[in-house]
């Protein structure tokens, strides 16, 4: 049987999953919309270009890596603007810094991935946040060998695909269903139980059904099997607890209080006194020693209102081997 913490743990690490998936699906949703509309175009009114004091290499065919060394920028350190690799037509790479007075000298290595004109002013970004719009212009050219008419390789073919991936929906949704499923399941089968238990349950008639029928095997056959004495025994103790509502008391402390009730205690006498006698074959003898504590029950009986739905009772225990009594 499940209990009510185990369930509780279940759905709080459902819950936690559910988290992670959603705070993995957002960032990635997050990166895949990320374009490169914030990398300006080469601007046309750069007034100067800046100065190089290092070697350089400003013309290269695409994808082969250059490098522009020395190259004097000014104003506060710059940083490479984040781009999309998939996307961009240039990515830099910034391979060292030194300071220049008021400025700084940077060795940069480019890769050219779309031919034309591209300016690498336009892929940098300052490190304090500040605007980088008046960065001269670190002009190169990317050249293709392929022309113009020849086919594209499978890898540089441009045109448009079935955007891949989904995956993070997907798992956030066969979250959803399986919590919903494990929700649904606990709930059914906790209703389930309580129906059963109350369809088992039994009333105050079906106890007292039992106990007579119990009598009446006594007194008309002689004999009792030990299951059924116990069995007997015990229900009647629990007849008199009831009638005299002790039920909130132990068992011990709840006899002790019957031994001295004016009813109940001569009842409870002669119901022990059959069972723990030596066995006796005088049948008149027994029915005199039980008819008061049937007569007892019966007129509970009486008192007592029928099961409602007519619950019928539940069976009395019985063996295969029967003693004697």
């Known amino acids: 049987m499940i209990t009510q913490r185990q369930r509780l743990l279940v759905l709080t690490g459902c819950c936690a ?13 997050a990166a895949d919309e990320q374009t490169n509309d914030a990398i300006a175009p080469v601007r046309e009114n750069r007034r100067s270009t800046a ?10 065919s695409v994808g082969m890596a250059c490098q ?13 603007r984040s781009v999309d690799p998939r996307t961009t037509p240039v990515i830099v790479r910034i391979d060292a810094v030194y300071p220049h007075g008021d400025s700084f000298r940077y060795d940069l290595t480019w890769f050219g991935l779309e031919p034309g004109h591209h300016d690498l002013s336009d892929y ?25 008419g020849d086919p594209l390789p499978g890898f540089y073919d441009t045109r448009p695909r079935v955007r891949s991936g ?12 399986w919590v919903a499923g494990l929700i649904a399941i606990l709930c059914i089968g906790r209703s389930r139980r309580s129906a059963d238990v109350k ?14 029928e119990l009598l009446q095997r006594a007194m008309s056959t002689g004999f009792l099997t030990a299951t059924e004495k116990a069995f007997l025994d015990a229900r009647v103790v629990a007849f008199w607890r009831e009638r005299r509502q002790l039920n909130h008391m132990t068992a011990d402390a709840a006899l002790r209080v019957l031994r001295q009730d004016s009813e109940a205690s001569p009842l409870l006498q002669t119901l022990e006194q059959w069972l723990y006698r030596p066995p006796s074959d005088d049948r008149e003898d027994l029915n005199s ?37």
């Not at 999953?17 to 949703?29: E, F, N, Q, R």
């Not at 100065?51 to 290269?60: K, L, N």
């Not at 989904?166 to 269903?177: D, E, R, S």
């Open 17 to 29: 999953c559910l988290l992670i998936g959603t705070a993995v699906a957002l960032p990635a949703a």
């Open 51 to 60: 100065r190089i004091e290092g070697d350089s290499e400003q013309e290269a």
């Open 68 to 80: 522009v060394r020395q190259v004097v920028l000014p104003g506060p350190e710059l940083e490479v």
């Open 124 to 148: 940098l970004s300052r490190k304090d946040g500040s605007p980088a719009d008046e960065l001269p212009s670190i002009p190169v050219t990317v050249s293709s060998v392929i022309q113009s």
């Open 166 to 177: 989904g995956y993070q929906l997907m798992f956030i949704a066969g979250i959803v269903v």
């Open 199 to 212: 369809g088992t349950e039994e009333t105050p008639t079906d106890r007292i059904r039992q106990i007579e």
């Open 289 to 325: 020693l039980l008819k008061p504590l049937r007569d007892a029950v019966h007129a509970a009986r009486a008192d007592t209102p029928a099961s409602p739905g007519g619950t019928p009772a539940a069976s009395v225990p019985s063996v295969a081997t029967e003693e004697q009594v």
